[in-house]
T-cell receptor
Framework: GAGVSQSPSNKVTEKGKDVELRCDPI?????LYWYRQSLGQGLEFLIY????????KSGLPSDRFSAERTGGSVSTLTIQRTQQEDSAVYLC????????????FGPGTRLTVL | GENVEQHPSTLSVQEGDSAVIKCTYS??????FPWYKQELGKGPQLIID?????GEKKDQRIAVTLNKTAKHFSLHITETQPEDSAVYFC???????????FGSGTKLNVKP
């Protein structure tokens, strides 16, 4: 079946603009995760959803970052007033129920802030 | 919080040789340790995982070992092939805490 999809695949924006990144998880997966991967680095946890609620938002780097999930499916990650240090690949993953279920990753969105 | 360290950062082996990547973790409450393979331009893909009640797990050419006392776990790839070339990440989780902590990655290059 279809895997996790993310859009756009690439986004170039100017400093100070807002951006929205979208994640479509695997159908039926209740858990959804957002990560950030800077060049040559590991994955930095941002936020986790179980259904539509986010029990753990502790990884969001600042109040410019927010995320929501509607209908227990699609999630959007919004970055307001983007800064150059926000440039990274933003990865989304989903799993069937909880954290020890296999996480399936999407291809990521490469964000470049000029 | 948890701190996961991964070594080496780069590893170059000849085709057919074995490759070993090591990770250490700091939080003794972590109990789930997955390994991911990331190819260029793609998201990470789970290749093997181990839970704290198991010391070793094998899947064909890939194996993972866990030493809970020393708080380290390792990925072993035998009979390496050029298609094994990728970046490999280890991770640790406390399970129901729902947060994964990732190592910084190992770039494996298998020379034909």
């Amino acid at each position: 079946g279809a895997g996790v999809s993310q859009s756009p695949s690439n986004k170039v924006t100017e400093k100070g603009k807002d951006v929205e990144l979208r994640c479509d998880p695997i159908s039926g997966h209740t858990a959804l995760y957002w990560y950030r991967q800077s060049l040559g680095q590991g994955l930095e946890f941002l936020i986790y959803f179980q259904g539509n609620s986010a029990p753990d938002k502790s990884g969001l780097p600042s109040d410019r970052f927010s995320a929501e999930r509607t209908g227990g499916s699609v999630s959007t990650l919004t970055i307001q007033r983007t800064q150059q240090e926000d440039s990274a690949v933003y990865l989304c993953a989903s799993s069937l129920a909880h954290s020890t279920d296999t996480q399936y990753f999407g291809p990521g969105t490469r964000l470049t802030v000029l | 919080g948890e701190n996961v360290e991964q070594h080496p950062s780069t590893l170059s082996v000849q085709e057919g040789d074995s490759a070993v990547i090591k990770c250490t973790y700091s939080d003794s409450a972590s109990n789930y340790f997955p390994w991911y393979k990331q190819e260029l331009g793609k998201g990470p893909q789970l290749i093997i995982d181990i839970r704290s009640n198991v010391g070793e797990k094998k899947d064909q050419r890939i194996a993972v070992t866990l030493n809970k006392t020393a708080k380290h776990f390792s990925l072993h790839i035998t009979e390496t092939q050029p298609e094994d070339s990728a970046v490999y990440f280890c991770a640790a989780s406390k399970g129901n805490f729902n947060k994964f902590y990732f190592g910084s990655g190992t770039k494996l290059n298998v020379k034909p």
